[in-house]
């Protein structure tokens, strides 16, 4: 699985995740979470809308671990509001991990 | 300050049922818990496949919010709770008072979630994928703190990890919190699910049946000279215990009364039980109680139908109560309940209660001559005026404990 960088080899929130990490990250909410697929759009606000709490955010970054081996500071995780910032998180770290590795 | 408590709501997921009535009906009939799980043996290399499974509970029946910390025990918890509390009658705001209290006690903590959690710990070694909620699922308190987090419990939690003691002992703690005015009700009782690491103790201790695998509703056989072990199950059942005043003033149900509690340590062996610590809780059970011991209509035993521990237990009754004594164990017909099996046999006492009948020990053929000369209940259940009942629960640690209800009177 590769993710889609910047010409200078950064990650950017403008540039789309592959919908096959799009997927991947929708079916640790669907399977965790248990929530129904067509709940998850990008503006979804995962406390006020999607019922996660604070452990839920804990077991999220487990499986970010787990599905994409990137582990993303628990000071950024707080930040995080809709699904939308998750894709921008996993994105970055994915990135950076990518980057690291090459 | 010494105050009434009596019981108000009561709610299982046993293999016999999920009210009093439905268990007590099972054991009247002479119906047996027991199956056969060739599971058992393939996978944990057991020499006895006897079980007592609770079969028809849905685990997908709460949100996911609750189910995400629970394991098979708390979910089974939850369930039993539900039912006490509205068979209660009781009201959600009583629950969220710093004086309602949670009792609440298993031997281990979720063994299933234990089983995936560490497999994948030592088979990687690492905590990768390792969810927070799953500890939430296997500390031994798991059963009490997940129902105090589902139903709001804001007063005093305590959860008692006494193996086979722990539910009666639950029942107990929250009777003497009451009795003293720490509290003014409590939720109490225990909890165990079925695994086959706790089927693999008992046989590696030699304490499973093991001679009647093809004719399994044979066995248990309590107190009967051909037994040779205890079967293993699972199960949970909760009690809602109440001020006797304030639960007379809502109108509440009264199912029983407390009298009468004690429990006490062998401080001897870890599992060789003995016969005068079991008397010595009993005694004080019935002091607290104020009662002699011929008040006593009928003695639910522990017996679990090893052969060391069903010997001790009576004659540690027979000490205390002499032969005239009606007694019975219902585990020849349930299996051994572990953390539930004190609370699910107290429900089937309050069944009795109302009908007025003790139950026999199913499987009870001849006595063994090693045991004491009592009043062994066999055959069939027993019609007879039934007012106060003596429960018995011991387990491994030499951890023994003795309760004393009486039919409600109004």
């Known amino acids: ?102 | 300050m010494k105050r009434r408590v009596v019981i108000t709501g009561a709610g299982f997921v046993s293999p016999a049922g999920v009210t009093c009535q439905e268990i007590f009906a099972f054991l009247s009939v002479g119906k047996s818990a027991v199956r056969r799980r060739p599971e058992l043996s393939k996978v944990f290399g057991v020499q006895s496949d006897l079980c007592a499974p609770v079969e028809d509970f849905d685990e997908k029946d709460f949100p996911r919010q609750w189910r995400r910390s629970m394991s098979r025990i708390s979910l089974m918890a939850a369930a039993a709770t539900q039912s006490a509390l509205a068979r209660a009658g009781w009201d959600e705001k009583l629950t969220q008072s710093s004086r309602t209290g949670l009792s609440f006690g298993s031997t281990m903590g979720g063994t299933s979630a234990i089983e995936k959690a560490f497999r994948a710990l030592f088979e990687t070694q690492a905590f990768e994928g390792f969810l927070s909620t799953t500890f939430l699922q296997i500390m031994s308190h798991t059963a009490a703190a997940n129902l105090a987090t589902a139903f709001g419990i804001q007063g005093r939690m305590l959860a008692s990890c006494t193996a086979c003691a722990s539910s009666l002992q639950s029942i107990g703690f929250a009777y003497e919190n009451i009795k003293y005015g720490l509290s003014d009700a409590f939720i109490c009782g225990g909890a165990e699910e079925l695994h086959g690491v706790m089927v693999g103790v008992f046989d590696t201790m030699k304490a499973t049946s093991m001679q009647f695998l093809n004719c399994f509703s044979s066995t248990p056989r309590p107190f009967d000279t051909t037994r040779d072990g205890l079967v293993v199950g699972e199960g949970a059942g909760t009690l809602l215990l109440e001020e006797r005043e304030s639960a007379l003033r809502r109108g509440a149900p009264i199912l029983a009364e407390v009298l009468g509690f004690s429990t006490g340590s062998d401080g001897g062996h870890m599992t060789n039980p003995s016969r005068e610590a079991m008397a010595r809780v009993m005694q004080e059970a019935l002091l607290d109680a104020q009662l002699s011991p011929h008040q006593v209509d009928y003695v639910n035993a522990h017996a679990t139908a090893t052969p060391v521990g069903d010997v001790a237990e009576s004659h540690a009754i027979y000490q205390i109560f002499g032969g005239e004594t009606p007694v019975s164990s219902l585990k020849g017909s349930l299996g051994h309940l572990m953390g539930a099996s004190g609370v699910i046999e107290l429900g089937a006492c309050l069944g009795m209660l109302e009908n007025e009948m003790a139950m026999h020990t199913q499987n009870l053929r001849e006595t063994d001559p090693a045991c004491a000369a009592l009043d062994y209940v066999k055959s069939e259940p027993r019609p007879m005026k039934l007012n106060t009942v003596l429960k018995n629960s011991f387990g491994f640690g030499g951890v023994n404990a003795s309760i004393i209800i009486r039919k409600a009177i109004s």
Not at chain 1, 5 to 28: F, K, R, Y
Not at chain 1, 53 to 59: F, G, K, Q, V
């Open chain 1, 1 to 102: 699985m590769k993710c889609l960088l910047n010409a200078d080899g950064a990650t950017s929130g403008s540039v789309p995740l592959e919908p096959e990490m799009i997927q991947s990250i929708h079916t640790i909410f669907v399977e965790l979470f248990e929530i129904k697929p067509e709940r998850l759009t990008p503006q979804a606000k995962l406390f006020e809308e999607l019922g996660l709490d604070s452990l839920d955010a804990i077991d999220l970054v487990v499986s970010f671990e787990r599905v994409f081996k990137i582990k993303p500071p628990h000071s950024e995780v707080r930040d995080i509001r809709t699904l939308s910032d998750v894709y921008s998180l996993v994105q970055r770290y994915y990135g950076l991990e990518n980057v690291a590795a090459s």
